[in-house]
Protein backbone atom coordinates (compact mmCIF):
# COMPACT_ATOMS: atom_id res chain seq x y z
CA UNK A 1 0.00 0.00 0.00
CA UNK A 2 1.63 3.56 -0.90
CA UNK A 3 1.99 6.25 1.31
CA UNK A 4 2.14 9.28 -1.31
CA UNK A 5 0.36 8.64 -4.72
CA UNK A 6 1.22 11.80 -7.52
CA UNK A 7 -1.33 11.91 -10.32
CA UNK A 8 -2.69 14.07 -13.03
CA UNK A 9 1.48 14.52 -14.07
CA UNK A 10 3.52 14.30 -17.08
CA UNK A 11 5.87 11.72 -15.46
CA UNK A 12 9.35 12.00 -16.95
CA UNK A 13 10.92 8.72 -15.59
CA UNK A 14 14.34 8.47 -17.68
CA UNK A 15 13.49 5.37 -18.02
CA UNK A 16 12.50 3.79 -21.35
CA UNK A 17 10.27 1.15 -19.92
CA UNK A 18 8.59 3.79 -18.25
CA UNK A 19 6.16 5.86 -19.12
CA UNK A 20 4.90 2.61 -21.33
CA UNK A 21 2.28 3.54 -23.80
CA UNK A 22 -0.86 2.09 -22.31
CA UNK A 23 -3.32 2.68 -25.55
CA UNK A 24 -1.19 5.18 -26.19
CA UNK A 25 -1.27 7.26 -23.04
CA UNK A 26 2.11 7.63 -21.06
CA UNK A 27 2.50 7.40 -17.35
CA UNK A 28 0.71 10.29 -15.73
CA UNK A 29 1.02 8.89 -11.87
CA UNK A 30 3.66 7.27 -9.31
CA UNK A 31 3.83 5.63 -6.08
CA UNK A 32 6.09 5.72 -3.25
CA UNK A 33 6.11 3.81 -0.36
CA UNK A 34 8.42 4.34 2.22
CA UNK A 35 11.38 6.42 0.79
CA UNK A 36 10.75 4.34 -2.38
CA UNK A 37 8.99 4.04 -5.54
CA UNK A 38 6.14 1.55 -5.94
CA UNK A 39 4.74 1.94 -9.26
CA UNK A 40 4.48 4.03 -12.15
CA UNK A 41 1.67 4.44 -14.33
CA UNK A 42 -1.59 5.94 -15.53
CA UNK A 43 -4.00 7.21 -12.90
CA UNK A 44 -6.06 3.98 -13.25
CA UNK A 45 -3.12 2.17 -12.10
CA UNK A 46 -1.96 3.91 -9.68
CA UNK A 47 -4.47 4.89 -7.48
CA UNK A 48 -6.15 1.60 -7.47
CA UNK A 49 -2.90 1.00 -4.76
CA UNK A 50 -4.30 3.35 -2.49
CA UNK A 51 -5.37 2.73 1.00
CA UNK A 52 -7.02 4.23 3.53
CA UNK A 53 -3.91 5.74 4.96
CA UNK A 54 -2.68 7.04 1.30
CA UNK A 55 -1.74 10.65 0.69
CA UNK A 56 -3.05 11.58 -2.92
CA UNK A 57 -1.88 14.64 -4.60
CA UNK A 58 -3.38 15.79 -7.63
CA UNK A 59 -0.32 17.40 -9.97
CA UNK A 60 -3.03 19.21 -12.52
CA UNK A 61 -0.89 18.45 -15.53
CA UNK A 62 2.54 19.63 -14.13
CA UNK A 63 5.65 18.26 -15.33
CA UNK A 64 7.82 15.83 -12.69
CA UNK A 65 11.36 14.37 -13.25
CA UNK A 66 13.83 12.24 -10.99
CA UNK A 67 15.09 14.08 -8.43
CA UNK A 68 17.93 16.37 -9.70
CA UNK A 69 21.97 16.36 -8.67
CA UNK A 70 24.30 18.90 -9.28
CA UNK A 71 27.60 17.03 -10.05
CA UNK A 72 30.32 19.38 -9.10
CA UNK A 73 29.08 21.62 -6.41
CA UNK A 74 31.29 23.15 -3.48
CA UNK A 75 28.72 22.79 -1.07
CA UNK A 76 30.69 23.39 2.07
CA UNK A 77 32.37 26.31 1.03
CA UNK A 78 28.83 27.61 -0.90
CA UNK A 79 27.12 27.17 2.30
CA UNK A 80 29.31 29.29 4.90
CA UNK A 81 29.71 31.86 2.00
CA UNK A 82 26.18 32.68 1.78
CA UNK A 83 26.71 34.67 4.99
CA UNK A 84 29.50 36.78 3.62
CA UNK A 85 29.47 39.32 0.21
CA UNK A 86 28.15 37.68 -2.52
CA UNK A 87 29.51 39.33 -5.60
CA UNK A 88 28.47 38.04 -8.59
CA UNK A 89 25.67 40.99 -9.37
CA UNK A 90 28.27 43.15 -9.47
CA UNK A 91 28.68 44.73 -12.96
CA UNK A 92 31.47 47.22 -12.11
CA UNK A 93 34.26 48.02 -9.67
CA UNK A 94 32.08 50.85 -8.14
CA UNK A 95 29.18 48.47 -6.82
CA UNK A 96 31.98 45.96 -5.47
CA UNK A 97 33.73 48.98 -3.72
CA UNK A 98 30.12 50.26 -2.68
CA UNK A 99 29.64 46.63 -0.85
CA UNK A 100 32.68 46.06 0.72
CA UNK A 101 32.39 49.38 2.36
CA UNK A 102 28.99 48.77 3.68
CA UNK A 103 30.20 45.26 5.31
CA UNK A 104 33.30 47.45 6.92
CA UNK A 105 30.73 49.49 8.13
CA UNK A 106 28.72 46.75 10.25
CA UNK A 107 32.22 44.70 11.17
CA UNK A 108 33.64 44.87 13.98
CA UNK A 109 37.40 46.54 14.16
CA UNK A 110 39.74 43.55 13.20
CA UNK A 111 37.08 41.49 11.77
CA UNK A 112 37.58 39.79 8.29
CA UNK A 113 35.91 41.22 5.44
CA UNK A 114 35.06 37.87 2.96
CA UNK A 115 33.35 37.41 -0.32
CA UNK A 116 33.07 35.56 -3.73
CA UNK A 117 32.08 35.99 -7.00
CA UNK A 118 33.54 38.93 -8.43
CA UNK A 119 33.92 39.14 -12.59
CA UNK A 120 35.73 41.52 -14.56
CA UNK A 121 35.10 40.25 -17.49
CA UNK A 122 31.35 41.93 -16.95
CA UNK A 123 33.03 45.13 -16.22
CA UNK A 124 32.89 48.44 -18.44
CA UNK A 125 36.55 48.28 -17.33
CA UNK A 126 37.74 45.08 -16.98
CA UNK A 127 40.76 45.11 -15.06
CA UNK A 128 41.64 42.74 -11.68
CA UNK A 129 40.92 44.57 -8.33
CA UNK A 130 44.39 44.63 -6.31
CA UNK A 131 44.62 45.37 -2.98
CA UNK A 132 44.64 49.62 -3.81
CA UNK A 133 41.14 49.24 -4.88
CA UNK A 134 40.28 47.66 -1.10
CA UNK A 135 42.90 49.42 1.53
CA UNK A 136 41.01 53.16 1.86
CA UNK A 137 37.96 51.40 2.37
CA UNK A 138 39.25 48.41 4.64
CA UNK A 139 41.63 50.29 7.05
CA UNK A 140 40.30 48.41 10.10
CA UNK A 141 39.85 45.11 8.08
CA UNK A 142 41.66 42.26 6.59
CA UNK A 143 39.58 41.12 3.39
CA UNK A 144 39.92 38.57 0.75
CA UNK A 145 37.57 38.44 -2.48
CA UNK A 146 37.45 35.16 -4.52
CA UNK A 147 37.18 36.45 -8.21
CA UNK A 148 34.39 33.77 -9.45
CA UNK A 149 36.31 30.97 -10.68
CA UNK A 150 37.88 30.55 -7.41
CA UNK A 151 41.43 30.44 -8.79
CA UNK A 152 42.09 33.74 -8.03
CA UNK A 153 41.72 36.29 -5.45
CA UNK A 154 42.29 39.82 -4.14
CA UNK A 155 43.73 40.61 -0.72
CA UNK A 156 43.90 43.88 0.99
CA UNK A 157 47.53 45.05 2.50
CA UNK A 158 46.08 43.80 6.34
CA UNK A 159 45.02 40.38 5.13
CA UNK A 160 48.82 40.16 2.85
CA UNK A 161 50.47 41.01 6.58
CA UNK A 162 48.41 38.45 8.34
CA UNK A 163 49.88 36.26 6.27
CA UNK A 164 53.24 37.50 6.26
CA UNK A 165 52.90 37.77 2.54
CA UNK A 166 55.75 40.31 1.49
CA UNK A 167 58.04 41.41 -1.41
CA UNK A 168 60.54 39.01 -0.66
CA UNK A 169 57.95 36.11 -0.20
CA UNK A 170 58.26 33.42 -2.62
CA UNK A 171 55.79 32.11 -4.54
CA UNK A 172 54.36 28.73 -3.56
CA UNK A 173 54.41 25.67 -5.10
CA UNK A 174 51.53 25.51 -7.50
CA UNK A 175 50.59 29.31 -7.27
CA UNK A 176 51.44 33.28 -7.90
CA UNK A 177 51.77 35.88 -6.02
CA UNK A 178 51.27 38.82 -8.73
CA UNK A 179 53.70 41.74 -8.47
CA UNK A 180 53.95 45.26 -8.98
CA UNK A 181 56.78 46.34 -10.97
CA UNK A 182 59.07 47.62 -7.91
CA UNK A 183 58.32 43.58 -6.67
CA UNK A 184 55.85 44.38 -4.44
CA UNK A 185 52.61 42.17 -3.59
CA UNK A 186 49.48 43.76 -5.76
CA UNK A 187 46.88 41.67 -3.27
CA UNK A 188 45.80 39.67 -6.59
CA UNK A 189 46.43 35.58 -5.74
CA UNK A 190 46.71 33.07 -8.02
CA UNK A 191 45.73 29.35 -7.45
CA UNK A 192 47.22 27.45 -4.11
CA UNK A 193 48.77 31.38 -3.31
CA UNK A 194 45.59 31.93 -2.18
CA UNK A 195 45.85 29.50 0.64
CA UNK A 196 48.84 31.58 2.08
CA UNK A 197 45.53 34.07 3.25
CA UNK A 198 42.83 31.48 3.60
CA UNK A 199 44.94 29.79 6.08
CA UNK A 200 45.14 32.61 8.51
CA UNK A 201 41.20 33.24 8.54
CA UNK A 202 39.71 31.90 11.73
CA UNK A 203 37.59 29.13 10.82
CA UNK A 204 33.52 29.16 11.61
CA UNK A 205 32.41 26.87 14.69
CA UNK A 206 30.97 23.51 13.91
CA UNK A 207 28.09 25.08 15.53
CA UNK A 208 28.24 27.78 12.72
CA UNK A 209 28.69 25.68 9.97
CA UNK A 210 25.95 23.04 10.80
CA UNK A 211 23.72 26.05 10.57
CA UNK A 212 25.07 27.12 7.45
CA UNK A 213 24.08 23.24 6.33
CA UNK A 214 20.58 23.49 7.13
CA UNK A 215 20.17 26.68 5.71
CA UNK A 216 21.88 25.58 2.66
CA UNK A 217 20.08 22.09 2.35
CA UNK A 218 16.70 24.33 2.24
CA UNK A 219 17.75 26.87 -0.13
CA UNK A 220 18.94 23.66 -2.69
CA UNK A 221 15.43 22.15 -2.41
CA UNK A 222 13.39 25.20 -3.51
CA UNK A 223 15.67 24.21 -6.57
CA UNK A 224 15.07 20.84 -7.27
CA UNK A 225 18.19 19.31 -5.85
CA UNK A 226 18.26 16.70 -4.02
CA UNK A 227 21.66 15.56 -4.01
CA UNK A 228 25.10 17.16 -4.62
CA UNK A 229 28.28 15.86 -5.35
CA UNK A 230 30.63 18.48 -2.97
CA UNK A 231 34.43 18.84 -4.31
CA UNK A 232 37.12 20.14 -2.36
CA UNK A 233 38.85 23.34 -3.21
CA UNK A 234 42.36 23.40 -4.06
CA UNK A 235 44.65 22.86 -0.42
CA UNK A 236 41.92 20.41 1.26
CA UNK A 237 41.70 22.16 4.53
CA UNK A 238 37.66 22.10 4.04
CA UNK A 239 38.01 18.57 3.78
CA UNK A 240 38.24 17.24 7.68
CA UNK A 241 35.62 19.55 9.02
CA UNK A 242 33.20 19.31 6.23
CA UNK A 243 32.88 15.58 6.66
CA UNK A 244 32.38 15.94 10.51
CA UNK A 245 29.53 18.35 10.06
CA UNK A 246 28.13 15.50 7.35
CA UNK A 247 28.45 12.95 10.00
CA UNK A 248 27.08 14.63 12.88
CA UNK A 249 23.78 16.32 10.64
CA UNK A 250 23.98 12.46 9.53
CA UNK A 251 23.75 11.06 13.24
CA UNK A 252 20.92 13.51 14.09
CA UNK A 253 19.11 12.68 11.01
CA UNK A 254 19.12 16.01 9.43
CA UNK A 255 21.21 15.52 6.80
CA UNK A 256 18.17 16.08 3.93
CA UNK A 257 20.49 16.01 0.65
CA UNK A 258 22.61 12.81 -0.97
CA UNK A 259 26.19 13.68 -0.71
CA UNK A 260 28.72 12.65 -2.73
CA UNK A 261 31.80 13.32 -0.81
CA UNK A 262 34.98 14.09 -2.40
CA UNK A 263 38.49 13.82 -1.05
CA UNK A 264 41.20 16.13 -1.30
CA UNK A 265 44.03 14.74 -3.80
CA UNK A 266 46.89 15.43 -0.69
CA UNK A 267 44.82 12.82 1.76
CA UNK A 268 45.23 9.89 -0.82
CA UNK A 269 47.48 8.46 1.17
CA UNK A 270 46.01 8.62 4.39
CA UNK A 271 42.28 7.11 2.87
CA UNK A 272 44.36 4.16 1.45
CA UNK A 273 45.94 3.75 5.09
CA UNK A 274 42.57 3.92 6.19
CA UNK A 275 41.28 1.74 3.80
CA UNK A 276 38.25 3.92 2.38
CA UNK A 277 36.81 3.05 -0.85
CA UNK A 278 34.57 5.24 -3.33
CA UNK A 279 30.86 3.74 -2.21
CA UNK A 280 31.56 3.66 1.23
CA UNK A 281 28.36 5.13 2.94
CA UNK A 282 24.63 4.80 3.03
CA UNK A 283 22.17 6.59 1.42
CA UNK A 284 22.77 9.78 2.63
CA UNK A 285 26.50 10.27 3.12
CA UNK A 286 29.09 8.13 0.86
CA UNK A 287 32.60 8.70 0.27
CA UNK A 288 33.10 10.13 -3.74
CA UNK A 289 36.19 10.33 -5.56
CA UNK A 290 39.39 11.76 -4.95
CA UNK A 291 40.13 15.09 -6.35
CA UNK A 292 43.02 16.37 -8.22
CA UNK A 293 43.88 19.59 -10.35
CA UNK A 294 46.13 19.44 -13.47
CA UNK A 295 45.96 22.96 -13.87
CA UNK A 296 43.60 26.60 -12.95
CA UNK A 297 41.59 28.22 -15.10
CA UNK A 298 40.78 29.77 -18.54
CA UNK A 299 39.62 33.10 -16.36
CA UNK A 300 42.90 33.46 -14.66
CA UNK A 301 44.71 32.31 -17.90
CA UNK A 302 46.32 29.65 -16.04
CA UNK A 303 44.40 26.71 -17.70
CA UNK A 304 47.23 24.33 -19.35
CA UNK A 305 46.51 24.91 -23.22
CA UNK A 306 47.93 23.73 -26.11
CA UNK A 307 48.50 27.16 -28.02
CA UNK A 308 49.38 30.82 -26.25
CA UNK A 309 46.23 32.49 -25.44
CA UNK A 310 45.71 35.67 -27.47
CA UNK A 311 45.64 37.89 -25.29
CA UNK A 312 48.60 36.67 -22.72
CA UNK A 313 52.12 35.19 -24.11
CA UNK A 314 51.79 32.16 -21.94
CA UNK A 315 50.04 28.61 -22.33
CA UNK A 316 48.72 28.45 -18.40
CA UNK A 317 50.57 26.25 -16.44
CA UNK A 318 50.17 22.66 -15.35
CA UNK A 319 49.75 22.45 -11.56
CA UNK A 320 50.71 18.59 -10.64
CA UNK A 321 53.54 16.83 -12.39
CA UNK A 322 51.50 14.56 -14.85
CA UNK A 323 53.99 11.94 -13.36
CA UNK A 324 52.73 12.66 -9.95
CA UNK A 325 49.21 12.51 -11.01
CA UNK A 326 49.55 9.00 -12.82
CA UNK A 327 51.53 7.65 -9.97
CA UNK A 328 48.03 9.04 -7.72
CA UNK A 329 45.70 7.61 -10.17
CA UNK A 330 47.42 3.97 -10.34
CA UNK A 331 47.35 3.97 -6.67
CA UNK A 332 44.01 5.10 -6.50
CA UNK A 333 42.80 2.93 -8.92
CA UNK A 334 44.37 -0.13 -7.24
CA UNK A 335 42.74 0.64 -3.74
CA UNK A 336 39.58 1.18 -4.86
CA UNK A 337 39.04 4.82 -5.35
CA UNK A 338 38.07 6.65 -8.34
CA UNK A 339 39.68 10.06 -8.99
CA UNK A 340 38.24 13.07 -10.05
CA UNK A 341 40.52 15.31 -11.89
CA UNK A 342 40.65 18.50 -12.82
CA UNK A 343 41.34 20.05 -16.35
CA UNK A 344 40.22 23.06 -18.43
CA UNK A 345 43.10 23.54 -20.77
CA UNK A 346 43.35 21.18 -23.75
CA UNK A 347 47.39 20.03 -23.15
CA UNK A 348 45.83 19.43 -19.18
CA UNK A 349 42.75 17.42 -21.11
CA UNK A 350 45.49 15.51 -23.67
CA UNK A 351 47.87 14.65 -20.67
CA UNK A 352 44.91 13.08 -18.76
CA UNK A 353 44.01 11.30 -21.53
CA UNK A 354 47.63 9.53 -22.01
CA UNK A 355 47.49 8.64 -17.93
CA UNK A 356 44.29 7.60 -18.47
CA UNK A 357 45.14 4.97 -21.02
CA UNK A 358 48.58 3.96 -19.30
CA UNK A 359 46.60 3.03 -15.70
CA UNK A 360 43.21 1.80 -17.09
CA UNK A 361 45.50 -0.20 -19.88
CA UNK A 362 47.79 -1.50 -17.69
CA UNK A 363 46.83 -5.36 -17.11
CA UNK A 364 49.81 -6.10 -14.54
CA UNK A 365 47.64 -3.71 -12.32
CA UNK A 366 46.63 -5.39 -9.28
CA UNK A 367 42.86 -4.46 -6.32
CA UNK A 368 39.73 -4.32 -7.47
CA UNK A 369 38.21 -1.37 -9.59
CA UNK A 370 36.24 1.49 -7.86
CA UNK A 371 32.81 1.12 -7.66
CA UNK A 372 32.22 4.15 -9.88
CA UNK A 373 34.17 4.98 -13.18
CA UNK A 374 36.79 7.96 -13.14
CA UNK A 375 36.04 11.21 -14.26
CA UNK A 376 37.43 14.27 -15.61
CA UNK A 377 36.17 18.30 -13.78
CA UNK A 378 35.00 20.81 -16.53
CA UNK A 379 36.91 19.54 -19.46
CA UNK A 380 36.42 22.64 -21.08
CA UNK A 381 38.54 23.12 -23.89
CA UNK A 382 39.01 19.56 -25.94
CA UNK A 383 40.48 19.07 -29.20
CA UNK A 384 38.41 16.43 -31.54
CA UNK A 385 40.84 13.70 -31.72
CA UNK A 386 40.96 13.98 -27.78
CA UNK A 387 37.24 13.63 -27.37
CA UNK A 388 37.14 10.16 -29.95
CA UNK A 389 40.08 8.99 -26.53
CA UNK A 390 37.90 10.06 -24.15
CA UNK A 391 35.06 7.79 -25.64
CA UNK A 392 36.86 4.86 -25.92
CA UNK A 393 38.51 5.02 -22.17
CA UNK A 394 35.08 5.06 -20.97
CA UNK A 395 36.08 8.19 -18.64
CA UNK A 396 33.14 10.59 -17.58
CA UNK A 397 33.20 14.28 -18.25
CA UNK A 398 31.70 16.27 -15.70
CA UNK A 399 30.43 19.39 -16.94
CA UNK A 400 28.98 22.78 -16.50
CA UNK A 401 26.61 24.01 -19.40
CA UNK A 402 25.94 27.21 -17.31
CA UNK A 403 29.81 28.41 -17.05
CA UNK A 404 28.74 28.66 -21.33
CA UNK A 405 26.75 31.89 -20.97
CA UNK A 406 29.25 33.04 -18.21
CA UNK A 407 32.15 32.38 -20.22
CA UNK A 408 32.01 32.81 -23.29
CA UNK A 409 33.15 36.44 -23.75
CA UNK A 410 36.07 35.64 -22.13
CA UNK A 411 36.77 32.93 -23.93
CA UNK A 412 36.54 34.52 -27.32
CA UNK A 413 39.14 37.14 -25.53
CA UNK A 414 41.04 34.48 -24.37
CA UNK A 415 41.07 31.91 -27.24
CA UNK A 416 39.54 33.64 -30.40
CA UNK A 417 38.82 30.94 -32.26
CA UNK A 418 39.59 27.91 -31.13
CA UNK A 419 36.24 28.88 -29.10
CA UNK A 420 34.78 26.20 -31.35
CA UNK A 421 36.57 23.57 -29.26
CA UNK A 422 34.97 24.98 -25.80
CA UNK A 423 31.92 22.96 -23.72
CA UNK A 424 31.59 20.80 -26.98
CA UNK A 425 29.02 18.97 -25.56
CA UNK A 426 27.31 17.74 -28.98
CA UNK A 427 30.20 16.73 -30.24
CA UNK A 428 31.15 14.88 -26.78
CA UNK A 429 28.10 12.51 -27.14
CA UNK A 430 28.76 11.79 -30.58
CA UNK A 431 32.21 10.24 -29.58
CA UNK A 432 30.53 8.22 -26.93
CA UNK A 433 31.35 10.08 -24.00
CA UNK A 434 29.36 9.92 -20.73
CA UNK A 435 28.22 13.61 -19.56
CA UNK A 436 27.69 14.33 -16.30
CA UNK A 437 26.31 18.01 -15.26
CA UNK A 438 26.91 20.50 -12.49
CA UNK A 439 27.31 24.34 -11.84
CA UNK A 440 30.44 24.48 -9.60
CA UNK A 441 28.69 26.78 -7.01
CA UNK A 442 29.93 28.99 -5.59
CA UNK A 443 31.90 29.57 -9.26
CA UNK A 444 28.45 29.97 -10.72
CA UNK A 445 24.42 29.81 -10.14
CA UNK A 446 23.69 26.13 -8.65
CA UNK A 447 19.78 26.57 -9.96
CA UNK A 448 19.88 23.16 -12.37
CA UNK A 449 17.10 25.04 -14.57
CA UNK A 450 19.62 27.15 -15.38
CA UNK A 451 22.03 24.91 -16.56
CA UNK A 452 19.39 23.06 -18.63
CA UNK A 453 18.60 26.08 -20.32
CA UNK A 454 22.02 26.79 -21.19
CA UNK A 455 22.50 23.71 -22.30
CA UNK A 456 19.96 23.73 -24.70
CA UNK A 457 20.34 27.39 -26.11
CA UNK A 458 23.59 28.16 -25.63
CA UNK A 459 22.67 31.81 -24.70
CA UNK A 460 22.49 34.54 -21.96
CA UNK A 461 18.98 34.67 -20.36
CA UNK A 462 18.12 37.75 -22.75
CA UNK A 463 18.88 35.66 -25.97
CA UNK A 464 22.11 36.62 -27.12
CA UNK A 465 24.12 35.18 -28.75
CA UNK A 466 21.35 34.74 -31.51
CA UNK A 467 20.89 31.45 -32.49
CA UNK A 468 23.23 30.46 -29.46
CA UNK A 469 27.18 30.29 -29.23
CA UNK A 470 28.32 27.44 -31.77
CA UNK A 471 25.04 26.56 -31.75
CA UNK A 472 25.88 23.12 -32.89
CA UNK A 473 26.84 22.21 -29.79
CA UNK A 474 23.09 22.70 -28.61
CA UNK A 475 21.19 19.27 -26.57
CA UNK A 476 17.92 18.69 -26.14
CA UNK A 477 15.61 18.70 -23.27
CA UNK A 478 16.40 15.39 -22.56
CA UNK A 479 20.01 14.93 -23.02
CA UNK A 480 20.23 17.88 -20.09
CA UNK A 481 17.52 16.66 -18.21
CA UNK A 482 19.75 13.40 -18.26
CA UNK A 483 23.04 14.93 -17.60
CA UNK A 484 21.33 15.93 -14.02
CA UNK A 485 19.58 12.44 -13.45
CA UNK A 486 21.31 9.52 -15.09
CA UNK A 487 24.61 11.15 -15.52
CA UNK A 488 25.05 11.90 -11.63
CA UNK A 489 23.59 8.64 -10.89
CA UNK A 490 26.16 6.78 -13.40
CA UNK A 491 29.02 8.37 -12.44
CA UNK A 492 28.98 7.76 -8.70
CA UNK A 493 27.72 3.75 -9.59
CA UNK A 494 24.45 4.64 -8.11
CA UNK A 495 22.36 3.68 -11.19
CA UNK A 496 20.34 0.98 -9.37
CA UNK A 497 18.80 3.36 -7.20
CA UNK A 498 18.76 7.02 -8.35
CA UNK A 499 19.01 9.22 -11.75
CA UNK A 500 15.18 7.50 -13.29
CA UNK A 501 11.41 7.12 -11.42
CA UNK A 502 11.49 3.34 -11.79
CA UNK A 503 9.85 1.05 -8.84
CA UNK A 504 12.16 0.31 -6.55
CA UNK A 505 14.69 3.38 -6.74
CA UNK A 506 14.71 5.72 -4.18
CA UNK A 507 11.48 8.03 -4.28
CA UNK A 508 13.62 11.23 -5.17
CA UNK A 509 11.41 13.58 -7.66
CA UNK A 510 10.54 17.20 -8.70
CA UNK A 511 7.14 19.01 -9.56
CA UNK A 512 7.51 21.89 -11.73
CA UNK A 513 5.24 24.78 -12.41
CA UNK A 514 5.92 24.09 -16.15
CA UNK A 515 6.50 21.55 -19.22
CA UNK A 516 10.05 22.37 -19.94
CA UNK A 517 9.93 20.18 -22.95
CA UNK A 518 7.07 21.69 -24.44
CA UNK A 519 7.91 25.72 -23.88
CA UNK A 520 10.16 28.19 -25.73
CA UNK A 521 13.62 26.78 -24.99
CA UNK A 522 14.40 30.52 -23.60
CA UNK A 523 11.54 30.08 -20.95
CA UNK A 524 13.33 27.44 -19.40
CA UNK A 525 15.27 29.70 -17.22
CA UNK A 526 12.24 30.59 -15.49
CA UNK A 527 10.54 28.00 -15.08
CA UNK A 528 10.27 27.48 -11.36
CA UNK A 529 9.70 24.37 -8.92
CA UNK A 530 6.44 23.87 -7.16
CA UNK A 531 7.53 20.63 -5.04
CA UNK A 532 10.83 18.82 -3.71
CA UNK A 533 10.09 15.19 -3.00
CA UNK A 534 13.59 13.24 -1.39
CA UNK A 535 13.18 9.91 0.10
CA UNK A 536 9.57 9.87 -0.34
CA UNK A 537 8.80 12.83 1.64
CA UNK A 538 7.89 16.32 0.64
CA UNK A 539 11.00 18.79 1.55
CA UNK A 540 9.78 21.92 -0.63
CA UNK A 541 7.30 23.70 0.37
Not at 197 to 213: G, H, K, Y
Request: charged letters at 25%.
Amino acid sequence: MPDLILYNGKIHTQDPRFPHAINGIHATAIAVRGDRILAVGSDSEVRSLAGSHSRQIDLGGRRVLPGLTDSHFHFYDWSLNRKRLELASATSLTEIRAQVGRMAGKTLPGGWILGQGWNETRWPDPRLLTRADLDELTPAHPALLWRSDMHLAVANSLALQAAHIRAETPDPPQGVIDRDANGQPTGVLRELAINLVREVIPPPTEDETLAAMREGFAALHRLGLTGVHDYRIMGGQDGPPAFRAYQRLRSAGELDLRLWMLLPGERLSQAIETGLRTGLGDDYLRVGHVKFFSDGSQGARTAWMLEEYEDTPSCGMPLTPMDEIADAVRRAHQAGLAVAIHAIGDRAVRELLTVFEQVLGDERRVGAAPSAPHRIEHLQNIRPEDMLRLGRLGVVASVQPIHVPDDFPMIERSVGGRGRWTFPFRDLLAAGVTLTFGSDCPVADPNPLLGIHAAVTRQMQDGSPTGGWYPDQRLSVAEAVWGYTMGPALVSGRERDLGSLTPGKLADLVVLDDDIFAIEPLEIARAQVNMTILGGRVVYP
